[in-house]
């Protein structure tokens, strides 16, 4: 079985950063695409940046790039997201997913989430 859990979230001043990481268990991580997803209370769920098994690729949501970063670690199980210039707008619970199919297929194993909350 493969588990997600996200860690990193919090409360920040806007304007802030916060680096998301989660931490994946189970042998399919290393040739897994990791999503990283978003849902503010009252709205669906959008997405916010995936990256490929080796890290070669990464797909921002447009009004994200320059302000996100994805990343990961295959040695430590991990993906990054380094969050910088933080608003109170990015406020929601982030979750992080695998596609063991790699990039555009379904992600099939998601996190608990972890709250992001930005105070203006």
């Known amino acids: 079985q493969v588990q997600l859990v996200e860690s990193g979230g919090g409360l920040v001043q806007a304007g802030g950063s916060l680096r998301l990481s989660c931490a994946v268990s189970?042998?399919?991580?290393?040739?897994?695409?990791v999503g990283w997803f978003r849902q503010a209370p009252g709205k669906e769920r959008e997405f916010v940046a995936a990256?490929?098994?080796?890290?070669?690729?990464?797909s921002y949501r447009d009004s994200l790039k320059g302000r996100f970063t994805i990343s990961r670690s295959n040695a430590k199980k991990t993906t990054y997201l380094q969050m910088n210039s933080l608003q109170p707008e990015d406020t929601a619970v982030y979750y992080c997913?695998?596609?063991?199919?790699?990039?555009?297929?379904?992600?099939?194993?998601w996190g608990q989430g972890t709250q992001v909350t930005v105070s203006s």
């Open positions: 997913a695998a596609a063991p199919g790699g990039v555009g297929y379904d992600y099939n194993y």
């Open positions: 189970g042998r399919t991580f290393s040739s897994s695409a």
């Open positions: 990256i490929s098994w080796d890290g070669s690729t990464t």
